[in-house]
């Protein structure tokens, strides 16, 4: 088994945050953490872009390496995983990460900021799989069910993709060559067709 | 008169060879052990009772089911 990622494809992604819905839902995740978010660049231009961004799984992860209590780790199928029983809630692994994706749950009078929470590639966590403690810090575990993360698999239009790297990466060099790069990615031509280039109808053939 | 020069020399060449002991200025992270308790293979549960092979089958189906060109072409292996 090759490692496990996420690679989503900005020609496809329409922002409509299901991804971001699935995650929520799946994990129960508390008010003000966020797994998983859609980033959109040049916002309300035509050919705008968005992207879904969560935790990527690093082959080389920053965060294990800043990690003062060495939470982190990683598993057989390259998921990176942390403890929380371990977290001192630092923040360390914030800023060493390029995607954000470490998250901070903040709490009470103060804004007590607590055990930092990110995507797990619904793997669960260190805790007995399926159990109760593991569903209350990290989540369902779908991995241990067979099942590929929520948030790709909910995606309409299969902009996000998780799994076995080297299948997903075959889906979308596929995807790439059968759509072009150029002006018929987007645009008038492809909303509304190309009639020009539809084939003649034979005479008597069924329409 | 001549020893001075030569040590002006002396130093002057240590300065100049200085320069060419510079040490990278990129931090390198160390990756560190983990201090946590161990966890499980996702195929040792009761869903898949420590049958890997099953347990990347039944991902790998997942995994090829995201790919819509050939979810509409059902084969012998679907």
Redesign the interface.
């Known amino acids: 088994?090759a490692r496990m990622k996420f690679l989503a494809d900005a020609e496809r992604c329409i922002e409509c945050n299901g991804c971001v819905t699935a995650c929520k839902q799946e994990h129960e995740i508390p008010w003000g953490v966020n797994r998983r978010r859609v980033v959109t660049l040049n916002d309300g231009v035509p050919g705008e872009k968005s992207i879904s961004v969560a935790c990527m799984h690093c082959s080389d992860a920053?965060c294990?390496?800043?990690?003062p209590?060495?939470?982190?780790?990683k598993?057989?199928?390259g998921v990176v995983?942390?403890?929380k029983?371990?977290c001192i809630g630092c923040g360390y692994c914030f800023y060493a990460c390029p995607f954000g994706a470490p998250q901070f749950p903040q709490d009470g009078a103060f804004g007590l900021r607590g055990k930092m929470d990110k995507c797990t590639f619904c793997?669960g966590?260190?805790?007995?799989?399926?159990s109760a403690a593991e569903y209350k810090k990290y989540g369902r575990?779908r991995?241990?069910?067979?099942?590929?993360p929520a948030c790709?698999?909910m995606c309409a239009t299969?902009a996000l993709?998780?799994?076995?790297s080297d299948?997903?990466s075959d889906?979308y060099r596929?995807?790439v060559l059968?759509r072009g790069k150029g002006s018929e990615v987007w645009g008038w031509g492809t909303a509304y067709g190309k009639p020009e280039s539809r084939p003649a109808a034979k005479p008597g053939a069924k329409s | 008169m001549k020893r001075p020069l030569l040590l002006m020399v002396a130093g002057a060449l240590a300065l100049v060879a200085a320069g060419c002991g510079e040490s990278p200025s990129v931090t390198v992270y160390k990756q560190g052990k983990y201090q946590g308790k161990p966890d499980a293979e996702p195929w040792g549960n009761d869903a898949f009772k420590g049958d890997k092979l099953a347990w990347e089958r039944a991902i790998k189906a997942r995994n090829e089911r995201q790919d819509e060109t050939s979810r509409g072409t059902p084969t012998a292996a679907n």
């Open positions: 088994m920053p294990m390496a800043v990690c209590v060495d939470c982190f780790y598993t057989s199928e995983l942390h403890d029983d371990l793997a966590g260190p805790e007995t799989d399926h575990n991995l241990a069910e067979g099942k590929l790709a698999e299969k993709l998780g799994g076995d299948i997903i889906i596929n995807r059968r």
